[in-house]
């Protein structure tokens, strides 16, 4: 957004942030799973609520600029200079499963469309009247946006899609825009003793349809499929889609979906099986260059002796 600036070389870890020598990240996630309201005994997305949360989160990170405590004057000063802002989403798995929308859909990827064009839109009003209130970045003069009879941006960039892996674990919401990761997992505790846990979503539907059972919940944490489990209705196996059921075409145009209407980047991951090959790999990262994304993450399982999630 700021070419007189400089090139951006690189983004940070996780791709989703591209930034200019001493700029930082300053990001925020909206939990979509708290966005959805049930109409006339129907579930949908209420847009109301998210424009006025989009509204208090774009000036919250903004004061978070002025209010920072910074390690390097040189960041300070890179940092005040775009005043470049993150917001981006997390909990959408959980969202599409409320809304009975199976990940790997057309319908799901409409909606990533839909909602994160919405959430662009209103932070760009919600800049815009910032800039009008505050003034506009520093360095907006030479900047995408300083083109006569345009808006004042107070933020040169709004929106940016990140993993919220520890957020969502606070939050108890799928990470960022990814789908769930297991339907039942084992968590080590003390003394050797396992405990399993159950997606929410999924442990309502299996009671609710009669067929949970702990056997059940313990089965698939230990790696076996729904798909292959009898007695599951057709429709919970097609809702509840995992990260390794899903195709890596459908992960990546899930990813675009949501670049479309990010200012910086998007963070996703294309989950791929031990026995992957490295055409399959290949077939990835041109699908990923033809949809026009900025970048994107492929893990294979068991590609590393140590993975935070099995």
């Known amino acids: 957004p700021t070419p007189k ?104 990827v409409s909606v990533a469309e839909k909602v994160t064009h919405f959430i662009s839109e209103e932070a760009n009003k919600a800049s815009v009247g910032l800039a009008e209130e505050r003034g506009a970045f520093p360095t907006f003069e030479g900047s995408i946006y300083d083109i006569p009879g345009g808006p004042l941006f107070r933020n040169a960039s709004r929106t940016t899609i990140a993993p919220t892996g520890s957020l969502s674990i606070i939050a108890n919401c799928s990470s960022g825009i990814e789908p769930i990761f297991a339907l039942s997992y084992i968590r080590h505790i003390l003394e050797g003793e ?40 057709e429709e919970v196996r097609r ?37 992957a090959t490295p055409e399959e790999v290949a077939k990835v990262y041109m699908l990923a260059y033809h949809e026009g994304l900025k970048g994107i993450t492929i893990y294979r399982d068991r590609s590393r002796e140590s993975q935070v999630l099995t």
């Open 5 to 108: 600036l400089g090139k951006i070389e690189s983004t940070n870890p996780c791709g989703e942030q591209p930034l200019l020598p001493f700029e930082s990240c300053n990001l925020g996630s909206i939990n979509l799973s708290k966005m959805v309201v049930c109409q006339n005994n129907q579930p949908q997305i209420d847009y109301a609520k998210l424009s006025q949360l989009v509204k208090l989160a774009v000036r919250f990170l903004d004061d978070v600029i002025d209010v920072n405590r910074y390690p390097l004057p040189e960041i300070a000063e890179g940092t005040k200079a775009t005043r470049k802002i993150g917001l981006g989403v997390m909990g959408f798995a959980d969202m599409l499963i409320q809304l009975d929308i199976p990940y790997d859909s057309e319908e799901a």
């Open 239 to 275: 809702l509840f889609v995992s990260a390794h059921d899903i195709s890596p075409e459908w992960h990546v145009r899930m990813q675009a979906a949501f670049q479309k209407f990010t200012d910086s980047a998007v963070s996703k991951t294309v989950n791929f099986p031990h026995e």
């Open 194 to 233: 396992e405990l399993v846990e159950a997606n929410p979503y999924f442990e309502e539907a299996a009671k609710r349809d009669g067929f949970y059972s702990s056997e059940l919940m313990r089965e698939l944490a230990e790696g076996k499929k729904l798909r292959d489990i009898p007695g599951v209705p």
